[in-house]
C-alpha cells in the first residue's frame, strides 16, 4: 500500500507567520510536502468561505497561520481569526466532517522551528484521518 | 485573456539543484493564459531582469508571475520590472518556490517539483484575475529611533542627528556606551575606547536633534514604515513617541561561563571582559594563559565570534608589555583580513606562545600553591605540558541580548537560532529588516569588531534616512472597497474593522459601506466578516483567493492518479 499524503492548504500572514516560513526555509528545516503556502495580509482576512470550499472540494487539511494574541500587525485582527477559525470547526464536526482537519496556530516571524512543527504536525495527523471523505464527493 | 508570463528562477544552486526548473516551466507554459514560460539562472541578476523585461515588451505581456525566492524581500524589485515594461506593477505575482520548497525538501527533488508546478498553478490562477491598482502616498514623521546605546546606536544616533532628523536613543541602562565601558584600549590601532566613547556620547549629547532616553524600554509599536508610535517605559514612566524608521542596535553580551576550566572556583579565572576590566583598573596582569573558543564553535553554539582571538591577541601583547608571559591556547586562531594578522605575527615574534588544543583533550585548569596551573595536550608537539599562571583567561562568545527575543516580538522580526537578528537579505539588503523602516546594525545582529560595528551603524542610519528625507512614503494598494451592488449596509465590517476606516454611507439614494482609504490599512478583516461577498481587499479578492483554491484542487487532486 502506498502512504497517504494529504494534500494541505496553508494560509498565512504576512507579518508573521508567512515570515516563520521564509526562516523555516532559510533555516533549510526539512518538512513533509504537502503543504501549499496562500499568502495573506492578515489571518482575520482568511473567509470562512475559504476554508469551507477547500474542505468542500476535497483538500484534506486546511490550516491558518497568524501573530501570536498580542502581536497582529494589526492589532485586534487575529482575535477575529481566533473567534472564527473554531466556529469553521464546529460547522465542520456538525456535518461529520472531523474538525481536526482544520487547524488554527499562531507562528512568529522568529519560529522557523515551530512553522516547521506545525507542518510536521498537521501532515501526520491528517495523513492519520485519510483521504477527506468529500473527496468522492466532489468529483 | 490575459496574457501572462513566468518566469522560473533557477537561484544558481539554490532551486535548481532540488526542483527541477525546466520541467516547472514546460508545465507553466500549459496553463491558461500563459503565453511564454522561460527560466533564468538568476532572475533578479541585471540579465535576468533584462531578460524578463525584454520577455513583457516581445510578448505583450500584461501579467507577470516570477516564481522563485520569498517577496518579502524581491517584490519590490520584481515590480519595478515590471512597470519599466509598462506594466502596472501590480500585476504581478510571486511565488515563493524556493524557501517554500526547494529549502525543506532538499531530499525529495521530485515531490518538489510537483509541489513547485502547484504552487506556479496557484500564482497563474491569481495572477490572470489581477488588476491593476494606482498607489496612494502617505507622510512621514521626520523622526528615528534607536534602540540600544552602544556603539553602533550611538553612532546611528550622532549621524541621523547631524543629517537634522530628529532621533531619540534609547538606552535601557543608566549609562550610555555597553560593551565599550569595559574595554581599555582597541585592538588593532590601540586607540582608546574611553576616548572613543566619550567622542561618540559627546557628539550625540551636543546635537539639538538627538534626544537620549536612559534607564529606558521599548514597550509596545503599532503602525508602519513612515508613521511608527512607540510606547517608552523611561525610567518607570511611560512615554509615547512617534517616529517614520526605527534602528535596532541592541548589542550582545559576553557568555558567562558555567564553571568550566574552574571559573568561580578556582582564583584567577575570568573571562575577558572582566580581564579588561582589570587592565582598565590598572592591575598588573602577570603570567596569563588565555583559553580560546570557551563555550563557541562546539555542538549547540557552533559559530566562531570572531572577536575573542583578536581580543586575546591584543591583550597577549598588553601582557608582555607589562612584563609577564602569554599563552595562548586555542584551536585555531581566526584572525582574519590585513590587520589583524598582523597583529598575529607582531605576537608570535614578540614571544607570546601558542599552543593547539582538540575539543577530544581540552585543557585542565586547576589551583597551585602559587597561583594557578594549566594543563594542555599540544597537538602540535604531542606532548602534555604544565604552565603556572597569575591568570586565566577564558575567551567565551558574545551571545544575543538576553531581551532579544521580546525586542524581535515587538518589532516583528526574526532572529537566527543564536537569537541573532537576521536582516532580509545578506547581499541585497545587509542593514535591513523585511519588514520596511526597520534596521539593524552593530552585535545584535552577530559578533562584529568596532570597525564593523561603525560601518554597519552608518549604514544603518543612511537607510533609515531615505524615507524621512523623502518626506513620503507609498502606501501600498492592498486597501479594502464595497461593492455597492452587493452591500446590505449590514454593518458587520464596520464593526470589525481595527482602525474605524468604514462608514455606512448615503450613496445614489442606497446605504452602503465606504472603506477611508487613508485610513485603511488593508489587513482584511472586514472582508471576512462581509457575509454578501461585497467587501473585497485590493490583491486579495475573493475572487482571486477562490482561484488559487480551485487550481490547487484541480492540480492536487483531479490530475493525481
Ligand atoms: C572583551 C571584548 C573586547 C573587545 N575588544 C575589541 C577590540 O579591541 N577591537 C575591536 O574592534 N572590537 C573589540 N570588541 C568588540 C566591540 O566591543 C563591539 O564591536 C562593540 O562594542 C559593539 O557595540 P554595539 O553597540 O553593537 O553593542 P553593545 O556595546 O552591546 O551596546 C548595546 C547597547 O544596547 C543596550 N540595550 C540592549 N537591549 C536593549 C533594549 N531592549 N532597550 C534599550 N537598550 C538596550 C545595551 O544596554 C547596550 O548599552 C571587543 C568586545 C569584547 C566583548
Ligand atoms: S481592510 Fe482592514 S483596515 Fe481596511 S477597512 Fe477593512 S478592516 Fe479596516
Ligand atoms: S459587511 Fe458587507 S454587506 Fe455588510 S455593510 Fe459591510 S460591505 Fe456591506
Ligand atoms: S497580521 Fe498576522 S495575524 Fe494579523
Known amino acids: 500500500m502506498t502512504e497517504f499524503k494529504p494534500t494541505i492548504l496553508a494560509f498565512c500572514c504576512n507579518w508573521c507567520s508567512y515570515a516563520g516560513a521564509d526562516l523555516a526555509g532559510v533555516s533549510r528545516l526539512q518538512m513533509p510536502t504537502n503543504v501549499h503556502v496562500v499568502r495573506v495580509m492578515c489571518s482575520a482576512s482568511v473567509k470562512p468561505e475559504y476554508v469551507m470550499k477547500a474542505i468542500s472540494q476535497g483538500i484534506d487539511g486546511v490550516l491558518v497561520l497568524g501573530c501570536h494574541i498580542g502581536d497582529c500587525h494589526y492589532m485586534t485582527g487575529n482575535h477575529r481569526t481566533a473567534k472564527r477559525i473554531p466556529v469553521v470547526q464546529k460547522i465542520l464536526k456538525d456535518v461529520g466532517i472531523d474538525e481536526k482537519r482544520v487547524r488554527l496556530d499562531w507562528v512568529s516571524a522568529a519560529e522557523g522551528e515551530k512553522f516547521q512543527k506545525v507542518i510536521t504536525e498537521f501532515v501526520d495527523e491528517v495523513a492519520k484521518l485519510g483521504p477527506n471523505p468529500l473527496r468522492e464527493v466532489a468529483f | 485573456m490575459p496574457r501572462i508570463g513566468v518566469f ?147 553612532r546611528a544616533t550622532a549621524s541621523l542627528a547631524a543629517q537634522g532628523i530628529e532621533t531619540h536613543l534609547i538606552e535601557k541602562e543608566p549609562r550610555l556606551g555597553g560593551l565599550l565601558n569595559d574595554i581599555t584600549t582597541l585592538a588593532p590601532y590601540s586607540e582608546s575606547a574611553d576616548t572613543l566613547l566619550q567622542e561618540l556620547v559627546d557628539e550625540v549629547r551636543g546635537s539639538k536633534r538627538a534626544h537620549i532616553h536612559l534607564n529606558s524600554k521599548l514597550r509596545g509599536l503599532t503602525g508602519f514604515v513612515g508613521n511608527f508610535k512607540a510606547t517608552l517605559d523611561e525610567a518607570g514612566k511611560k512615554k509615547e513617541i512617534e517616529i517614520g524608521a526605527i534602528i535596532v542596535a541592541t548589542g550582545a553580551n559576553e557568555l558567562q561561563p558555567e564553571g568550566e576550566y574552574g571559573y568561580g572556583s578556582v582564583p584567577g579565572v575570568v573571562t575577558q571582559l572582566e580581564f579588561e576590566r582589570t587592565l582598565k ?74 599552543i593547539r588544543y582538540t575539543l577530544n583533550d581540552i585543557p585542565h585548569v586547576r589551583s597551585h600553591a602559587s597561583g594557578t596551573a594549566v594543563d594542555v595536550f599540544d597537538e602540535t608537539l604531542g606532548e602534555r605540558i604544565h604552565l603556572d599562571a597569575n591568570r586565566v583567561v577564558l575567551a567565551t562568545p558574545l551571545i544575543s541580548q538576553k531581551d532579544s527575543a521580546e525586542v524581535g516580538k515587538l518589532l516583528k522580526v526574526p532572529r537566527d537560532k543564536h537569537g541573532f537578528f537576521l536582516e532580509a537579505h545578506v547581499k541585497l539588503r545587509p542593514v535591513e529588516f523585511a519588514t520596511d523602516g526597520v534596521f539593524i546594525c552593530g552585535t545584535a545582529r552577530w559578533p562584529s569588531s568596532v570597525r564593523e560595528t561603525l560601518s554597519q551603524a552608518l549604514g544603518a542610519a543612511a537607510k533609515a534616512a531615505i524615507p524621512i528625507k523623502r518626506g513620503k512614503v507609498v502606501i501600498e494598494s492592498i486597501t479594502a472597497w464595497a461593492d455597492p451592488d452587493k452591500c446590505a449596509a449590514c454593518g458587520n465590517c464596520v464593526a470589525s474593522c481595527p482602525y474605524e476606516a468604514i462608514e455606512i454611507l448615503e450613496q445614489d439614494g442606497k446605504r452602503v459601506a465606504k472603506v477611508n482609504e487613508t485610513q485603511c490599512k488593508g489587513c482584511g478583516t472586514c472582508v471576512a466578516a462581509c457575509p454578501n461577498d461585497a467587501m473585497q481587499q485590493r490583491g486579495f479578492t475573493t475572487r482571486q483567493l477562490s482561484a488559487m483554491i480551485d487550481s490547487l484542487v484541480k492540480h492536487a487532486l483531479e490530475e493525481s492518479p
Open chain 2, 281 to 354: 583598573r590598572g592591575e598588573k596582569p602577570g603570567d596569563t594563559v588565555f583559553i580560546q573558543c570557551v563555550g563557541s564553535r562546539q555542538p549547540g553554539r557552533e559559530y566562531c565570534s570572531r572577536i575573542c582571538c583578536n581580543t586575546s591577541l591584543k591583550n597577549a601583547l598588553k601582557v608582555l608589555e607589562a612584563g609577564g608571559t602569554a599563552t595562548i591556547i586555542h584551536r585555531d586562531i581566526m584572525s582574519y583580513g590585513t590587520v589583524w594578522e598582523e597583529m598575529y605575527r607582531k605576537a608570535s615574534e614578540k614571544g607570546v606562545r601558542f
Open chain 2, 8 to 154: 522560473i528562477c533557477h537561484c544558481g544552486h539554490n532551486i535548481a539543484s532540488t526542483v527541477s526548473v525546466e520541467e516547472v516551466a514546460k508545465f507553466a507554459a500549459t496553463l491558461p493564459g500563459v503565453v511564454i514560460a522561460d527560466h533564468n539562472l538568476y532572475s533578479c541578476s541585471e540579465e535576468g531582469l533584462n531578460s524578463i523585461r525584454k520577455s513583457i515588451e516581445q510578448n505583450k505581456l500584461d501579467r507577470v508571475v516570477v516564481a522563485a525566492c520569498t517577496p518579502r524581500t524581491h517584490e519590490p524589485l520584481f515590480r519595478s520590472v515590471c512597470e519599466q515594461a509598462g506594466v502596472n506593477k501590480y500585476l504581478f505575482e510571486f511565488v515563493n518556490i524556493r524557501e517554500h520548497c526547494s529549502w525543506i525538501h532538499a531530499k525529495e527533488p521530485s515531490s518538489a517539483t510537483e509541489k513547485a508546478k502547484r504552487l506556479v498553478a496557484m500564482g497563474v490562477s491569481k495572477a490572470a484575475l489581477l488588476e491593476p491598482q494606482t498607489e496612494g502616498e502617505s507622510n512621514v514623521i521626520p523622526a528615528a529611533l534607536v534602540i540600544g546605546g552602544g556603539l553602533a546606536g550611538l
